[in-house]
């Protein structure tokens, strides 16, 4: 069983940034994709960004492309979120998440198998 922990969360004022890092306890040749989710008090868990294992091709959700940054670092088996201009509405706890097979699409959760437990991010105005 794969094991997913984020770290690097923590309070920031707008306009800030702060990287967020994902480690994963093993890596085989089946992951396909990593990516990060952001969930808020009484929304659904949304879309951030992935990135594929392979090709590195990079996916963003139109509220945080050309602010947020996604890396792979495929020898520490790590995946890092790089976060810039922070705005309050990006306040939400973050998941990283690992997908073994392509489903058609990068952004929907049930593309992922293994997930984090998450870190908080909180951008004050």
């Known amino acids: 069983q794969v094991q997913l922990v984020e770290s690097g969360g923590g309070l920031v004022q707008a306009g800030g940034s702060l990287r967020l890092s994902c480690a994963a306890s093993e890596r085989t040749d089946r992951t396909d994709v990593m990516g990060w989710f952001r969930q808020s008090p009484g929304k659904e868990r949304a879309f951030v960004a992935a990135i594929t294992w392979s090709g590195s091709t990079t996916y963003y959700a139109d509220s945080v492309k050309g602010r947020f940054n996604i890396a792979s670092n495929n020898a520490k088996n790590t995946v890092n979120l790089q976060m810039n201009s922070l705005k309050p509405e990006d306040t939400a706890v973050y998941y990283c998440?690992?997908?073994?097979?392509?489903?058609?699409?990068?952004?929907?959760?049930?593309?992922?198998?293994?997930w984090g437990k998450g870190t908080q991010v909180t951008v004050s105005s």
């Open positions: 998440a690992e997908g073994r097979s392509y489903r058609g699409s990068y952004y929907r959760t049930t593309s992922y198998d293994y």
